[in-house]
């Protein structure tokens, strides 16, 4: 199975400073087919990205996916206390889909 | 608006067999795909498997698939997901999420907490 490895497992950032998130692939992610998510403690997985670089509806502008093969970035481009969270990747280009293990974003 | 609602919790013995709902308002069922994912405490989350709801063909995890069924039932908009033989580490919680157009997984239910206890 593709294992996804994201990195770094924290990031300590202020508000209004930009995020970099990286989603690494142990093979190369078909079609890119490839998604980012924010999470919440008790709460449901949010759609952010999807097929590497496509923003999900009412998502916001300042939160944006790139990369392809093996390498993915998800970039929060100025940080709103209201997205201090963890954020996943999933590939679902190859079964079984797989997910990264989070990068949590705190505030510094 | 767009929903998946879930089941509740649930507490199972050992062996025993859970059946986990997830009803879809707000969108056109007929047209979606549903995944199932679970995530244990302390554990990243998991892929169990997906649905394509129209013509009902089925993927699931290798080393699940001989205890694990995804359904749908399009009278009432409803995706289900049973898990037999329940062991201890089945113990999560459970989330259904639907594809409702040509992108990702926008819809996500609210999860539903199984626990496995003798």
């Known amino acids: 199975e593709i294992v996804l490895t994201q990195f770094p497992a924290t990031l300590s950032l202020s508000p209004g400073e930009r995020a970099t998130l990286s989603c690494g692939a142990s093979q190369s992610v078909s079609r890119n087919y490839l998604a980012w998510y924010q999470q919440k403690p008790g709460l449901a997985p949010r759609l952010l990205i999807y097929d590497a670089s496509n923003r999900a509806t009412g998502v916001p502008d300042r939160f944006s996916g790139s990369g392809s093969g093996t390498d993915f970035t998800l970039i929060i481009s100025r940080l709103e206390p209201d997205d201090f969270a963890v954020y996943y990747c999933?590939?679902?280009?190859?079964?079984?889909?797989?997910f990264g293990q989070g990068t949590k974003v705190e505030i510094k | 608006q767009k929903q998946l609602v879930q089941s509740g919790p649930e507490v199972k013995k050992p062996g025993t067999s859970v059946k986990v709902s997830c009803k879809a308002s707000?969108?056109?069922?007929?047209?979606?795909?549903m995944q199932w994912v679970r995530r244990a405490r302390g554990q990243r989350l998991e892929w169990i498997g997906w649905i394509v709801i129209g013509t009902g063909n089925t993927n699931y995890r290798q080393g699940l698939q001989e205890r694990v069924a995804i359904t749908r039932d399009m009278s009432t908009d409803t995706s289900y997901m049973d898990l037999s033989s329940l062991r201890s580490e089945d113990t999560a919680v459970y989330y259904c999420?639907?594809?409702?157009?040509?992108?990702?997984?926008?819809?996500w239910g609210q999860g539903t907490m199984i626990t496995v206890s003798p």
């Open positions: 999933q590939q679902y280009g190859t079964s079984p889909w797989t």
């Open positions: 707000g969108f056109s069922f007929s047209n979606s795909a």
């Open positions: 999420a639907a594809r409702t157009g040509d992108g990702g997984f926008d819809i």
